[in-house]
């Protein structure tokens, strides 16, 4: 399944906000910042990025429904392999 070029535009932005929230964790590591502040905010890194990792799979099922595939068409073990994966 690929994702339309511009449904992936969000979900790149999401994972870019992670990106630069991680980078601003391991900055607060590294200056000796509180462990509870360190892993508050990287918990809040976590969750961004398994919503990222969820929005891929919601946007590519609507897709697939959007386009009218048949099922048998979509490998749905491979589908439900990846979505487990983020759980």
Do not use: W, Y
């Not at 000796?32 to 508050?40: N, P």
């Not at 809040?44 to 386009?67: D, S, Y």
């Amino acid at each position: 399944m690929q994702i339309e070029t511009r449904d992936m535009h969000a979900i790149v932005n999401r994972a870019k906000r992670a990106h630069g929230h991680l980078g601003k964790v391991i900055t607060m590591m590294e200056e000796g910042a509180d462990c509870e502040a360190v892993l508050t905010q990287l918990s809040a890194v976590l969750k961004a990025l398994e919503r990222t990792g969820f929005q891929v799979v919601a946007t590519g099922l609507q897709q697939c429904i959007a386009e009218g595939d048949r099922p048998d068409s979509v490998d749905v073990k491979k589908l439900e392999k990846l979505f487990l994966g983020l759980a």
